[in-house]
């Protein structure tokens, strides 16, 4: 009985670990993760050595966080800022085949400067009910 007490109890607080929802993640081309999580009220950003939060108003009301519908696709954008830096993900996905991924992306401005690093394995769950669409 005790085992099966530990079991249901660990299996508790795991899946609290997992109520904080990952809203997007990928493998970058240089190796590094990139990934975007739901805690509270906040995203939380990681790319790499790089991790910083942002509300989520905040970044729902970036100009660069929104999802555009075309004829034959939508594109997915959210855009993050970490002091002067901003993170941009984006990637589009063919309207008649949504579970598919094309040119994922993440887009790092700096200025005039912008460095563009492409992604792989993308996993994403953006929440359309709240973001800007366009």
Do not use: W
Request: contains cysteine; neutral net charge.
């Amino acid at each position: 009985m005790r085992k099966l007490l530990t079991f249901a109890m660990l299996g508790i607080f795991s899946s609290s670990a997992f109520a904080n929802d990952n809203i997007f993640s990928c493998n970058t081309e240089d190796g590094k993760m990139v990934s975007v999580q739901k805690i509270g009220a906040n995203y939380v950003f990681s790319y790499g050595n790089v991790t910083f939060t942002n509300p989520i108003t905040q970044v729902t009301n970036n100009e660069n966080s929104y999802i555009a519908t075309g004829s034959g696709f939508i594109t997915s954008s959210l855009e993050l800022q970490n002091g002067h830096t901003t993170y941009t993900i984006e990637f589009v996905q063919p309207r008649n085949n949504p579970k598919e991924v094309d040119d994922p992306t993440l887009y790092i401005t700096k200025g005039n400067d912008m460095k563009t690093i492409r992604c792989n394995n993308v996993y994403h769950n953006l929440d359309k009910k709240i973001m800007r669409t366009q």
